[in-house]
């Protein structure tokens, strides 16, 4: 809210993009620092469930399982692009996609991939690291099957990533399949289906105002329970560990 009044202000006296260094966010006061004692379970998902209740709970937060997807392609070129999370579990985060996709290809040739979670109206975040893999085929049309009708056509006529004429080529080969199907007629499953990304690192970020920020990560291996010294590193709950880091 605050970052959305700043920008109006700008806006009002003709707000250009050499402002950008003038920007200021007020955060959280001390009174509001993220410990590890507030951490009741310490497991992860704990955590996610939490604050992603809150952020489900915050008005102004749209679209609150919106998330940055970062993958690298055979070569070592990462891309990025924003997803929606519509699965979390103690087993990962599922998000759907066409599986022709660039971050389809990308993850057939490396399934390391990142997620980031922004939620600027509470001033947090979480970073996800881990691997991505296909769910069941089953699963995958038994999602699709609950989508919005209009949508399950959107991703039967769209060739993700692929390159195109014009807009109005979407709209023909959407207006063909709904010729084709009726108004009843099942959509069959195109090449599309869901990715569960498994993590081995998760991270919680919560902003201060005078940044020194609370960051707090959790990691989870075969290594590294070797590495808990009740200083730096801590045993959390069900094969996690976790350590704070400076900002």
Same mark, same amino acid.
């Given at each position: ?13 003709? *707000? ?5 260094? #003038? &920007? ?10 993220? &410990? ?51 699965? *979390?579990? #103690? ?15 990308? @993850? ?5 991939? *990142?997620? #980031? ?10 970073? @996800? ?11 995958? &049309? ?18 993700? !990533? ?5 807009? !109005? ?22 090449? $599309?289906? =869901? ?9 919680? $970020? ?23 010294? =009740?200083?730096?590193?801590?045993? =959390?709950?069900? =094969? ?8």
């Amino acid at each position: 809210m605050i970052l959305l009044q700043i920008v109006r202000k700008m806006s009002q006296a003709t *707000a250009s993009i050499e402002q950008l260094s #003038a &920007l200021r966010v007020k955060y959280n006061e001390r009174k509001d620092v993220f &410990l590890e004692q507030n951490i009741k379970i310490k497991d992860p998902f704990c955590v996610f469930r939490d604050w992603m209740n809150d952020a489900l709970n915050t008005k102004e937060i749209i679209e609150p399982n919106a998330a940055a997807l970062a993958t690298v392609d055979a070569a070592g070129k990462p891309s990025n692009r924003f997803v929606l999370v519509k699965e *979390a579990s #103690a087993e990962g985060f599922t998000f759907f996609t066409n599986y022709e996709s660039r971050k389809a290809e990308d @993850i057939a040739s490396n399934s390391n991939v *990142a997620i #980031a979670i922004y939620w600027m109206p509470l001033r947090r975040s979480v970073r @996800i690291e881990g691997i991505a893999e296909k769910i069941p085929h089953q699963a995958s &049309l038994k999602y699709f099957h609950e989508r919005p009708r209009a949508s399950q056509i959107g991703a039967a006529a769209s060739p993700q !990533s692929k390159r195109i004429p014009s807009r !109005s080529y979407l709209d023909e080969v959407e207006t063909g399949i709904k010729q084709k199907l009726g108004p009843d007629g099942e959509v069959p499953l195109p090449n $599309w289906g =869901g990715y569960l990304v498994r993590p081995s690192t998760i991270e919680f $970020w919560q902003g201060q105002t005078d940044r020194l920020h609370d960051r707090i990560r959790f990691r989870r291996g075969p290594a590294v329970a070797a590495e808990v010294d =009740g200083k730096l590193v801590h045993q =959390g709950d069900n =094969g996690w560990v976790y350590e704070r880091l400076a900002p």
